[in-house]
């Protein structure tokens, strides 16, 4: 029996199917995905976050408890080059303090090393989010 490790698209899709997991603060599996010295590029102030400690923080902070619930993700288009993979998406869910939902599209590109995220960037319409939630002055 042969070992295969998955290509980027696969690992890519596992992670996104696994958020409702993550929200759950079932972690473990989709951590198994992500490589220990991950780099995220988050932009903004917020700048890139290094390792897996810093992506278990950034999950957790989604989780019970976090600024919305009842999301979803949904993959509307995937595009894989070499050891890379590029997602379309719908996101989805509700934000928790004002009960009003929220539905954006966003997309995000992994880099994958032996079946594991090594790199991340994702754009995501803010704008759009405070818009639907009223939030926007």
């Known amino acids: 029996m042969t070992d295969v490790t998955p290509g980027p698209g696969e690992v890519h899709r596992r992670v996104v199917t696994m958020y409702g997991e993550v929200l759950a603060g079932r972690l473990d599996e989709a951590l198994a995905l992500i490589d220990p010295d991950v780099i995220d590029h988050r932009g903004g102030s917020s700048g890139d976050?290094?390792?897996?400690?810093?992506?278990?923080?950034?999950?957790?902070?989604?989780?019970?408890?976090?600024?919305?619930?009842?999301?979803?993700?949904t993959i509307e288009q995937n595009v894989v080059a070499g050891d890379t993979s590029v997602n379309r998406y719908t996101t989805r869910g509700t934000h928790t303090a004002s009960g009003r939902r929220y539905e954006v599209l966003g997309m995000d590109m992994v880099r994958v090393?032996?079946?594991?995220?090594?790199?991340?960037?994702?754009?995501?319409?803010?704008?759009?989010?405070?818009?639907?939630?009223?939030?926007?002055?």
């Not at 810093?54 to 999950?59: L, V």
């Not at 790199?119 to 926007?136: K, M, N, V």
């Open 113 to 137: 090393r032996s079946g594991r995220i090594v790199e991340h960037w994702a754009l995501r319409d803010s704008d759009a989010i405070r818009h639907q939630l009223g939030q926007d002055t």
């Open 49 to 73: 976050h290094h390792g897996i400690g810093a992506w278990r923080r950034k999950w957790e902070s989604f989780g019970e408890g976090g600024p919305f619930h009842d999301v979803s993700v």
